[in-house]
């Protein structure tokens, strides 16, 4: 069964310093994952998917199936990115998403 | 195109009563998810539809709950005898087909509270 793990559920740091949520994700077949956005009272919006290798509002991120992670990272967070985000992965067997308990990201200023 | 719509937004029932969160997909879409959301939590996948088929029930609680979605009108989820512990909030997402191309969409989300 595939499973999505982020660890931290808080996470904060100050404006301008670098940001990474980590994601690690469990799943026997290709894995397509996508971080997805909840800003306050917005509903979740999608951020972007690995497959796209696109960059939005600076966030990258890079799947490692190696090590079986997909982080996302900003290299100077701002105050706007404070949000939950949430790691999911796509099972096209299952045609569902699987997503990781979120990570409460506040950027300081 | 006003996106994926859910209501009520906010809905309280007591023990013992049926609840009913309806879902209208985004135009063009003919696909629709529900997912459950409880506190601390990550959203947990309950159902997989299409126009007047479940295709994927695998993550919704075997009693008490059930999911449709009509030719014509919204999709319908209904818990039927809530208890406390139906107490979170349940999110639609639709897409136009199945695929990773085609993401989800979601909705504001209905928070349901059992008094």
């Known amino acids: 069964a595939q499973r999505v793990t982020q660890p931290e559920k808080l996470l904060s740091v100050f404006k301008g310093a670098p940001v990474e949520l980590k994601c690690n994700y469990s799943?026997?077949?290709?894995?397509?994952l996508f971080w997805y956005v909840q800003y306050s009272r917005q509903r979740l919006q999608l951020l972007l998917r690995?497959?796209s290798r696109e960059s939005i509002k600076g966030f990258t991120a890079d799947l490692n199936k190696g090590e079986t992670s997909f982080h996302l990272k900003k290299p100077f967070a701002q105050e706007e990115d404070s949000a939950m985000y949430y790691c999911?992965?796509?099972?096209?067997?299952?045609?569902?998403?699987?997503f990781g308990s979120g990570t409460q990201l506040t950027v300081l200023p | 195109n006003a996106g994926v719509m859910q209501n009520p937004r906010h809905l309280v029932r007591r023990r013992g009563q049926e609840a009913r969160l309806r879902c209208s997909p985004m135009?063009?879409?003919?696909?629709v998810y529900w997912y459950r959301q409880l506190p601390e939590e990550g959203l947990k996948f309950m159902v997989y539809?299409?126009?007047?088929?479940?295709?994927?029930e695998s993550g919704m609680p075997k009693e008490r709950f059930s999911a449709e979605f009509p030719k014509e009108g919204p999709s319908i989820l209904r818990i039927q005898q809530v208890v406390r512990g139906d107490s979170a909030a349940y999110f639609c997402a639709s897409s136009p087909q199945v695929g990773v191309a085609q993401p989800q969409h979601f909705g504001d989300g209905t928070r349901l509270s059992i008094l």
């Open positions: 539809l299409q126009k007047e088929n479940i295709i994927d």
């Open positions: 135009k063009g879409h003919s696909h």
């Open positions: 799943y026997s077949g290709s894995p397509e």
């Open positions: 999911a992965l796509f099972s096209g067997s299952a045609r569902q998403l699987t």
């Open positions: 690995h497959i």
